[in-house]
């Protein structure tokens, strides 16, 4: 453990050597005006996004209601904006308007023709318990099953695999839509799909949608612990390739990698492949549990101690049955791996409202998260650079590690996998209690690794993911032209314009973003270019390749040195005592 702990350690030693603060010019999108009356704001599902609309939300109760509703805003000049569960954490989910939420609409169509036809309010956990009522299914699903057919459809929310299509936007068969004139049409034609598989929710008001669907499968996945060098060997991509599901978390402070790696089983009763497992990554926790974690949280970023140890914690979850937490994949209340369940319930997992880990007062536990997406041609260029990176300005990436996945190429104009095989690289990070003033441990290798893959790898931003930086007017790349197009022609008037949609268009540098967050490069909203668009304590400073990041100042360090070392030894004690 001693020689493993020592990337975080160093953090503290590190920052006393580094140069004093050198920092150019901030690139920032303007934070939001506040224009309408705070009583109908709404926010984003952990709080850090938000809105602040004309009307409070509206729950139409049938596809006609939608229209009406369209046919008003239009009418009245005011813009409209379908919301899903708001798992999403950018402005993506914003209006000045009126928001309106689809949650009243979720009847299901079954075909003969291997097809299911959805209301586009249904949760994924429904989509997914009706089909296997009818022992169907979807090939491939995101992580977590809470979020809405059409929100997960309209951000091209993912799950990991390059034999099997990983996007549900790229299961679908048709689509009904609103659109900006108050139309309902169908959408099939393979020309317009590629718009509407993707369509950040700025293109019509997406009121049902119809899914290829598979017979039920089972699956088999094994969890195991991997040298680091299968990051640059090319093994990591050869498994992707071999699996019907494979991804992996690197915990970079353990020098470990831990792969998943799954096979499509046929669902046949009474056979070897028997087995009922779930996943629990996103688990259900008492309040409790939940606040304990975010205390724990906010005390490691304070103290700057225990960072690693919270690593190997979430390592071993995924390896092994540990105390505190339910098992990743469970059967019957045991712990197994490899474990052998439905396809789905392997594939993803769900919290009910209220036992979600992001469900407490502090909501800190939900954090923010990055995720940015590359051709597979640069896997082992993203990989050097994030070792190099880290060797320069060591840190742990506590709550998870680095989760990295995989999609194979998409005819959306506007999914992460559009035209190429790629590879996704993400990260969550805790909200810290004062989250408007205080840096999270490691904020400057974070945003160092985001500058240089996006700068330098071609990276691509997950639309509902990402500081708001990164989804800016440049980030519609190759598709720009066609997707603007479509959107000029089924919303002439921009009635499902927001910030998001305006400022990718390039008509406007705003952002929909929680108005006390002034410290602007605390959670990616700019790029600092002073000390104070840093947290409290820190600098702006330029690194050598030019990137601009926000580094903790020397004599914080030098203060807090002493405590330190002092608690990271007590906690090294605890966690021999109570762990392991
Ligand atoms: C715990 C957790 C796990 C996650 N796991 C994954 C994952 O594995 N893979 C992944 O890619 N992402 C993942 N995400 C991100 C999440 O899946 C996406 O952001 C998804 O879009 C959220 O869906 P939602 O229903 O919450 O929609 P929202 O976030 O509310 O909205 C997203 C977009 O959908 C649009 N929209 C909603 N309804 C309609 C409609 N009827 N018509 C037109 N547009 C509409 C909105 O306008 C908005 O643009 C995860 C998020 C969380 C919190």
């Known amino acids: 453990m001693g020689a493993k702990n020592i990337n975080c350690k160093l953090i503290f030693t590190f920052f006393v050597l580094i140069p004093k603060n050198m920092w150019t010019s901030c690139d920032q999108i303007a934070i939001n005006t506040r224009n309408n009356d705070p009583k109908y704001a709404y926010h984003s599902y952990q709080s850090s996004v938000i809105c602040y609309p004309k009307t409070a939300i509206q729950y139409p109760s049938s596809i006609s209601n939608v229209v009406r509703l369209v046919k008003n805003a239009r009418k009245d000049g005011v813009p409209i904006k379908a ?34 036809t959805f209301e586009a309010g249904i949760k994924l956990d429904q989509v997914l318990l009706f089909l296997q009522e009818r022992n169907r299914t979807l090939i491939n699903i995101p992580i977590y099953r809470g979020i809405t057919l059409a929100g997960a459809i309209a951000t091209g929310a993912h799950g990991s695999s390059l034999k099997h299509p990983a996007s549900i936007s790229d299961q679908i068969i ?15 034609d393979t020309k317009t799909l590629k718009a509407f598989r ?50 992996l978390w690197w915990f970079p402070s353990l020098q470990e990698v831990v792969v ?13 492949f028997e087995g009922n497992a779930t996943n629990n990554l996103i688990t259900e926790v008492t309040q409790y549990t939940a606040r304990f974690a975010a205390v724990l949280y906010e005390f490691c970023n304070w103290a700057q101690i225990g960072l690693t140890i919270l690593e190997g914690y979430m390592r071993d979850f995924l390896l092994k049955s ?23 319930r392997l594939l993803s997992s769900q919290c009910r409202p209220g036992t979600c880990w992001w469900d407490n007062p502090w909501a800190t536990v939900g954090g923010t998260e990055s995720a940015i997406a590359f051709d597979t041609k640069h896997f082992k260029g993203v990989m050097t650079m994030i070792q190099d990176t880290l060797r320069e300005m060591p840190t742990c990436f506590y709550m998870s590690g ?7 190429k998409s005819e959306a104009y506007l999914s992460l996998s559009s035209g190429r095989e790629t590879f996704s690289v993400e990260w969550v990070n805790p909200l810290r209690t004062r989250r408007h003033l205080d840096a999270v441990v490691g904020l400057g290798t974070f945003q160092a690794i985001l500058q240089r893959m996006v700068r330098d790898f071609d990276g691509i931003p997950h639309w509902g993911k990402n500081g708001l930086h990164f989804l800016g007017e440049n980030v519609l790349k190759k598709n720009r032209d066609n997707f603007i197009a479509e959107m000029k022609n089924f919303d002439p008037d921009g009635v499902f314009l927001n910030k998001f949609g305006r400022r990718l268009t390039g008509e406007i540098g705003e952002a929909d973003v929680d108005p006390e967050m002034e410290r602007c490069a605390l959670h990616d909203y700019c790029i600092c ?32 040195l002493g405590f330190v070392f002092g608690t990271n030894f007590l906690a090294f004690i605890l966690y021999r005592l109570f762990y392991r």
Not at 88 to 114: A, F, R, V
Not at 207 to 234: A, C, H, R, W, Y
Not at 260 to 272: C, D, E, H, S
């Open 174 to 188: 048709g689509l009904q839509v609103v659109t900006g004139t108050g139309e309902l049409v169908n959408i099939n």
């Open 402 to 408: 680095i989760l990295i996945r995989f999609m194979p």
């Open 260 to 272: 998943a790696k799954g096979n499509y089983l046929p669902f046949l009763k009474n056979t070897t």
């Open 529 to 560: 270019g002073k000390d104070y668009d840093c947290g409290v304590g820190q600098r702006c400073e330029k690194l050598s390749d030019g990137v601009l990041v926000c580094r903790d100042q020397d004599n914080v360090i030098l203060g807090g």
């Open 198 to 247: 993707v369509n950040l929710g700025l293109l019509g008001i997406v009121v049902k949608v119809t899914l290829k669907i598979v017979p039920i499968f089972k699956m088999s996945i094994q969890n195991s612990v991997e040298e680091i060098d299968i990051l640059t060997s090319g093994k990591a991509l050869e498994w992707a390739r071999e699996y019907d599901h494979f991804q």
């Open 83 to 116: 919301i899903g569960s708001r798992h999403s954490i950018t402005d993506i989910i914003c209006t000045d308007g009126t928001p309106i939420s689809l949650k009243l609409l979720t009847k299901k169509y079954y075909h003969e023709d291997n097809t299911a």
């Open 322 to 344: 540990i105390p505190t937490a339910r098992p990743l994949y469970e059967e019957g209340g045991t712990f197994k791996n490899p474990a052998v369940g439905i396809g789905w």
